[in-house]
C-alpha cells in the first residue's frame, strides 16, 4: 500500500518517464475514483431500499435514461482531453489553455440543453418506459431534479477530462472522494429528515446535485488557481469555431458509441428477462463482477490515453506505441488473474451476494463459461487508447457497436432462444463477442491508420509563429 502510494505522489511525465510506472501513476487514481464511484451506487441503493421499492425504482429508471447523456457528454470530454494532450505534447500551452476554455463552454451549453430538454420531457419519457404506476410520481420528481444538476454534472466533466489530457489523475480523484463523502452523508439527512424535513427520494436526488454542485466548483476553482496546469481566466471560457470542430470530430464517434451500447445492453436484458428470476440475478452479479474485474483495465486504458496524445502531439509515435503494448501486457496479467479467480470461485461469488440453489447453479455455469473472455474484452481497451488518444476515434465507434449489435444480440438470440440452448447461449454469445471484437481491435491497430497525427505539421508551424506565452506551466 505504501510503494503505490509513493508511485501515485510521483509527478507525470508521460514524454520521458518509464512507461510502466507512467501508466501506474496515472492509471491507480482512475482506478480508485472508478471503485469509489461503485461504493456510492452501492451506499445509495442502500438507503433507498430503506424507504421503499418503489422509492428504488426511481434511480434504476432515471440512470437508464440519464446515462446516454452521460455518455455524450463522456465523448465529448474525451474529445477535449484528447485535443489538450496532444497540444501539451506539442508544447502548444497557449493552444491546449484555449482547448480547455472552449471545452468547458461546449460542455456547459450542452449541460443545460440537457437539464432544460430532459425536465421538459421526463413525464413523456417514464410513460414511454412504461413506468410502474405505483412509482411514476417518485421518479418524476426523482428525474427532475437530476436534471437540473445537469449542468455542473457536465461542467465537472469537462474539467477532468481537460485536467487528464495535461496528466493530472490525481486532483480528479480526490474530488470525487470529496463529492462522493458529501453525497454519502447528506443522503440518510434528507431522505429521512434528519434534523430537517423528510424529503425521501427528493431528498436522494438533491443530495446528489449538491456533491456535482461542489465538485463542478472545486474543479473550475481548481483551473483558474496558480496550481493548475492548465490555468485559466474567465475570458478563456470562450467558443473557438476551429477547437469546437476537432471536439466533436473526436468525442461524437465516442458519444455515439456508448449510446450504442447502452441501448444494446438494454435489448441484451430484454433476451435474459425471458429466462426467469434465477438466470436474471445470476446474470446481474455476474456482470457487476466483470465491471469490477474490468476497472484496472480500464484506468490503465485511461492513462495510456493521455500518454498516446501527448508523445502524439511531441511526434514520439514509436512511444506511443510502446506504450500500447505495454499497457496490453498489464491488462492481461491483471484480468487473467481475476479471471481465474472467478472461474474457480464462481459459486461462492454468487452465494456471498444471494443462497438460492438454482441462482448459484446458473451462475457457476456464467463464470466457467465467460470468466476466461473478459480478458480479451480488457485488451480491447488497450487498442482503443491508440485511437482514442491519436483522435481517430471512429474505430471504437464501429467496433463498440459490433460487439453487441452485430455479434452478441444476434448470437444471443439465436443459440439461446432458437437453436434452445437457454442462459448458456447468452453466455457464450458474451465468449465469442469479446475474442471476436479484441481480434478485430487488434488488426485494426496493426494497420497503423491512428498513428496519423490530427494536429498537423503546418498547424504546429502557425502556432509557433505566433506570440509565445510566457508562462511555464
Given at each position: 500500500?505504501?510503494?503505490?502510494?509513493?508511485i501515485?505522489?510521483?509527478k507525470p511525465?508521460?514524454?520521458?518517464?518509464?512507461?510502466?510506472?507512467?501508466?501506474?501513476?496515472l492509471?491507480?487514481p482512475?482506478?480508485?475514483?472508478?471503485f469509489?464511484?461503485?461504493?456510492?451506487n452501492?451506499v445509495?441503493?442502500?438507503?433507498?431500499?430503506?424507504?421503499?421499492?418503489?422509492a428504488?425504482?426511481?434511480?434504476?429508471?432515471?440512470?437508464?435514461?440519464v446515462?446516454?447523456?452521460?455518455?455524450?457528454?463522456?465523448?465529448?470530454?474525451?474529445?477535449?482531453?484528447?485535443?489538450v494532450a496532444?497540444?501539451?505534447?506539442?508544447?502548444?500551452?497557449?493552444?491546449?489553455?484555449?482547448?480547455?476554455?472552449?471545452?468547458?463552454f461546449?460542455m456547459?451549453?450542452?449541460?443545460?440543453a440537457?437539464g432544460?430538454?430532459?425536465?421538459?420531457?421526463?413525464?413523456?419519457v417514464?410513460?414511454?418506459?412504461?413506468?410502474?404506476?405505483?412509482?411514476?410520481a417518485a421518479?418524476?420528481t426523482?428525474m427532475?431534479?437530476?436534471f437540473?444538476g445537469?449542468p455542473?454534472?457536465f461542467v465537472?466533466?469537462a474539467?477532468?477530462?481537460?485536467?487528464?489530457?495535461?496528466g493530472?489523475?490525481?486532483?480528479?480523484?480526490?474530488?470525487?472522494?470529496?463529492?462522493?463523502?458529501?453525497n454519502?452523508?447528506?443522503d440518510?439527512?434528507?431522505i429521512f429528515?434528519?434534523?430537517?424535513?423528510?424529503m425521501?427520494?427528493?431528498?436522494?436526488?438533491?443530495?446528489?446535485?449538491i456533491?456535482?454542485v461542489?465538485?463542478?466548483?472545486?474543479?473550475?476553482?481548481?483551473?483558474?488557481?496558480k496550481?493548475?496546469?492548465?490555468?485559466?481566466?474567465?475570458?478563456?471560457?470562450?467558443?473557438?469555431?476551429?477547437?469546437?470542430?476537432?471536439?466533436?470530430?473526436?468525442?461524437?464517434?465516442?458519444?455515439i458509441g456508448?449510446?450504442?451500447?447502452?441501448?444494446?445492453?438494454?435489448?441484451?436484458?430484454?433476451?435474459?428477462?425471458?429466462?426467469?428470476?434465477?438466470?436474471i440475478s445470476?446474470f446481474?452479479?455476474?456482470?457487476r463482477?466483470i465491471?469490477?474485474?474490468?476497472?484496472?483495465?480500464?484506468?490503465?486504458?485511461?492513462?495510456?490515453?493521455?500518454?498516446?496524445?501527448q508523445?502524439?502531439?511531441?511526434?514520439n509515435i514509436?512511444?506511443?506505441e510502446n506504450i500500447?503494448?505495454k499497457t496490453?501486457?498489464i491488462?492481461?496479467?491483471?484480468?487473467f488473474?481475476?479471471?481465474?479467480?472467478?472461474?474457480?470461485?464462481?459459486g461462492?461469488?454468487?452465494?456471498f451476494?444471494?443462497?438460492d440453489?438454482?441462482?448459484?447453479?446458473?451462475?457457476?455455469?456464467?463464470f466457467?463459461i465467460?470468466?476466461?473472455?473478459?480478458?480479451?474484452f480488457?485488451?480491447?481497451?488497450?487498442?482503443?487508447?491508440?485511437?482514442?488518444?491519436?483522435?481517430?476515434?471512429?474505430p471504437?465507434?464501429?467496433?463498440?457497436?459490433?460487439?453487441?449489435?452485430?455479434?452478441?444480440?444476434?448470437?444471443?438470440?439465436?443459440?439461446?432462444?432458437?437453436?434452445?440452448?437457454?442462459?448458456?447461449?447468452?453466455?457464450?454469445?458474451m465468449?465469442?463477442?469479446?475474442?471476436v471484437?479484441?481480434?478485430l481491435?487488434?488488426?485494426w491497430?496493426?494497420?497503423?491508420?491512428?498513428?496519423?497525427?490530427?494536429?498537423?505539421?503546418?498547424?504546429?508551424?502557425?502556432?509557433?509563429?505566433?506570440?509565445?506565452?510566457?508562462?511555464?506551466?
Open positions: 500500500m505504501k510503494k503505490l502510494y509513493s501515485m505522489r510521483k511525465d508521460p514524454l520521458n518517464g518509464l512507461i510502466v510506472e507512467e501508466l501506474f501513476i492509471g491507480l482512475v482506478i480508485l475514483a472508478n469509489a464511484q461503485t461504493l456510492y452501492i445509495d441503493a442502500f438507503w433507498l431500499g430503506k424507504v421503499g421499492k418503489a428504488l425504482t426511481a434511480p434504476t429508471i432515471t440512470f437508464n435514461v446515462f446516454i447523456l452521460i455518455a455524450f457528454s463522456m465523448g465529448i470530454s474525451v474529445g477535449g482531453s484528447t485535443l496532444q497540444y501539451t505534447g506539442a508544447r502548444q500551452n497557449k493552444q491546449a489553455e484555449k482547448t480547455a476554455g472552449t471545452t468547458i461546449l456547459t451549453i450542452l449541460g443545460v440537457s432544460i430538454i430532459g425536465y421538459l420531457f421526463a413525464p413523456s417514464l410513460r414511454l418506459l412504461h413506468t410502474p404506476s405505483d412509482a411514476f421518479t418524476l426523482y427532475r431534479v437530476i437540473l445537469m455542473f454534472m465537472y466533466y474539467f477532468q477530462g481537460v485536467i487528464q489530457g495535461k493530472n489523475t490525481i486532483t480528479p480523484m480526490k474530488i470525487v472522494f470529496i463529492s462522493i463523502v458529501i454519502i452523508i447528506l440518510p439527512i434528507m429528515g434528519i434534523g430537517m424535513p423528510k425521501g427520494v427528493m431528498g436522494a436526488a438533491i443530495a446528489t446535485n456533491s456535482r461542489i465538485a463542478a466548483y472545486i474543479g473550475l476553482r481548481y483551473l483558474f488557481s496550481k493548475s496546469e492548465i490555468p485559466l481566466k474567465i475570458k478563456d471560457i470562450s467558443f473557438d469555431k476551429k477547437l469546437a470542430k476537432k471536439i466533436f470530430h473526436i468525442g461524437l464517434p465516442l458519444s456508448q449510446m450504442a451500447t447502452s441501448i444494446g445492453f438494454t435489448v441484451l436484458i430484454g433476451i435474459v428477462n425471458i429466462f426467469g428470476s434465477a438466470v445470476a446481474g452479479i455476474g456482470n463482477m465491471s469490477l474485474l474490468n476497472m484496472p483495465a480500464m484506468g490503465f486504458s485511461h492513462a495510456a490515453t493521455v500518454m498516446v496524445g508523445n502524439m502531439g511531441a511526434g514509436e512511444r506511443a500500447v503494448w496490453v501486457i491488462i492481461a496479467v491483471f484480468l488473474s481475476g479471471a481465474t479467480l472467478t472461474f474457480l470461485f464462481g461462492g461469488i454468487v452465494r451476494f444471494i443462497n440453489p438454482e441462482v448459484i447453479s446458473i451462475g457457476i455455469n456464467f466457467r465467460a470468466s476466461y473472455s473478459v480478458p480479451f480488457g485488451i480491447m481497451f488497450a487498442f482503443n487508447a491508440a485511437f482514442s488518444g491519436s483522435g481517430h476515434t471512429f471504437i465507434l464501429v467496433l463498440n457497436t459490433a460487439r453487441l449489435w452485430a455479434i452478441r444480440i444476434p448470437l444471443a438470440y439465436l443459440w439461446a432462444i432458437k437453436m434452445e440452448m437457454g442462459p448458456n447461449g447468452i453466455f457464450y454469445s465468449v465469442l463477442s469479446n475474442i471484437i479484441s481480434a481491435a487488434f488488426i491497430f496493426k494497420t497503423g491508420t491512428w498513428k496519423k497525427k490530427i494536429i498537423t505539421k503546418k498547424e504546429v508551424l502557425s502556432l509557433e509563429a505566433e506570440p509565445k506565452d510566457m508562462d511555464v506551466h
